[in-house]
């Protein structure tokens, strides 16, 4: 039953919009990052700049393990445009990145849209605050209570924070999502705690008061030892496809 349910849960945030998501992270060679960056602009530009081309996006990861490693993120409108294999595109990477990198683990995520709130803007914020979260899925009922509860309170009170949510669909170490915060700058980021302040005073005022603060002990509750990690990222325009909506 409580499979079913997470089954029931996940589809019900996806179901508005089916994009997909395949990453993976680049390791760089020692003294190989400026030739490795020219290099995937270059090919990006060749094999992934038309409207009808697979899209691609570059980020430096900034924190963590992988700190100043590539993180490489091809997406979707949905999971058939996978099976559209750009072998000459591939091919020229081989030959010019190929050798200058090694290539982490790789997996396929789905966007929860009920977990995500995107303000209308055009404005790039190019610095990411990614959460990644590997949670209990018997206690999954209450990781995605949350995340879609914080979602429309964002909504609702018409913040300027920019929150997407993606959870694991294959290549996973248990169940698994990632939510990501978009910022100008560190500032921006600083000054983000104001829109936060908004959405938990409307999210007390939709759900209850002290709901905030009970669903996010029942959220973190539902996670694994160590299920939480956080990463700064920072987009490289010149080296992805343009911006999907």
């Known amino acids: 039953m409580r499979k079913l349910f997470l089954l029931i849960t996940i589809l019900s945030f996806s179901v508005a ?50 700190a100043q490693d590539l993180w490489r993120v091809q997406i979707a409108e949905n999971i058939a ?23 982490g683990a790789v997996r396929r995520w789905g966007k929860a849209t009920g977990g995500s709130y995107e303000p209308e803007s055009n404005e790039l914020k190019p610095l990411v605050r990614a959460l990644f979260y590997n949670f209990d899925p018997t206690l999954a009922d209450d990781f995605w209570k949350f995340r879609g509860r914080l979602a429309n309170a964002h909504k609702e009170a018409n913040t300027s924070t920019n929150m997407t949510t993606w959870w694991c669909a294959s290549g996973c170490n248990g169940s698994n999502a990632v939510v990501f915060y978009n910022y100008k700058n560190y500032a921006d980021q600083s000054a983000g705690n104001v829109e936060i302040e908004k959405a938990v005073e409307k999210y007390n005022e939709l759900y209850g008061n002290d709901s905030y603060e009970q669903d996010l002990g029942k959220m973190e509750a539902s996670l694994m030892p160590n299920g939480q990690r956080l990463r700064d990222l920072m987009f490289l325009p010149e080296l992805s496809s343009s911006p999907v909506n």
Do not use: C
């Not at 445009?81 to 290539?103: I, M, R």
């Open 17 to 66: 919009s089916s994009q997909v998501a395949v990453t993976r992270v680049l390791d760089v060679k020692p003294g190989q990052m400026e030739k490795m960056m020219e290099g995937v602009a270059k090919k990006t530009k060749m094999f992934n700049s038309g409207a009808d081309d697979a899209k691609w996006y570059t980020f430096q990861i900034l924190s963590g393990a992988n």
């Open 81 to 103: 445009g996978l099976d559209d294999v750009d072998t000459e595109g591939n091919a020229y990477w081989q030959k010019t990145v190929g050798d200058l990198h090694t290539s």
